[in-house]
């Protein structure tokens, strides 16, 4: 119930029960100073619903604010943005970096030809060392075994000297070299260069090992 009105002596009440407003007047004095007033009912839906609708359309204080917020700008994924931010690669980092992958390759095919080189070697030598048979015991001498040593040392350190690489190779080398800093992100273009360099590493090992052999 809330007191709505007050007037001579009497107030005025107003009661929202659910589907009716009703209006109470409650006087006080002496018996019959006032004449009694009836009270009013007044059956109406519409302002029921007024009054209901104004007190539940209060924004509830207790209840935060949702706040939506975009980790990244609209139309642009994460991913996008994450790479650029991480990316520092330049033109200059590429060719530094095409530089050393041709060195390395380069490095591996040398290493791989003193392998085969050595091997070549090894063959060699235990060629030489089943071929010479050994005399009968007392007639080789002193000077005969100091002999076979040192000429087999000169050999093994004829065999061990660095030697520059045929024309040939050099030139094949230059092409494969100069093809994949032009294409350095189509290196599959310069598959002709690499085929003709692998040529010529084969003949040249080739004519080492009849050398050697021989």
Known sequence: MTKVAEQD??????RRPIGACSLTTVCH???????????????????????????ESKPSSST???????????????????SL?????????????????????????????????SEA?????????TEDKPAPEGQRSHESVKKEVEAL???????KKVRDLPEAVETARGNVVRCLRDNDRRPLDCWQEVEAFKEEVKRLEKGWVEKIVS
């Open 153 to 159: 040392r000169a050999k093994l350190a004829e065999r």
């Open 9 to 14: 002596g009497c107030h005025v009440h107003l």
């Open 85 to 117: 931010q991480t990316s520092h690669e330049t033109d200059a980092s590429r060719t530094q970096l095409t530089e050393i992958q041709i060195q390395r390759r380069v490095a591996e095919e040398l290493k791989r030809l003193q392998a085969k080189e």
């Open 121 to 129: 070697l090894r063959l060699a030598h235990d060629k030489i060392a």
């Open 64 to 82: 935060p604010p949702h706040l939506w917020k975009a980790s990244s700008p609209s139309g642009i994924s994460h991913d996008l943005v994450e």
């Open 29 to 55: 004095g002496p018996e019959n100073s006032i004449p009694s007033r009836p009270n009013i009912q007044i059956t109406s839906p519409a302002i029921e619903a007024a009054i209901m609708g104004a007190s």
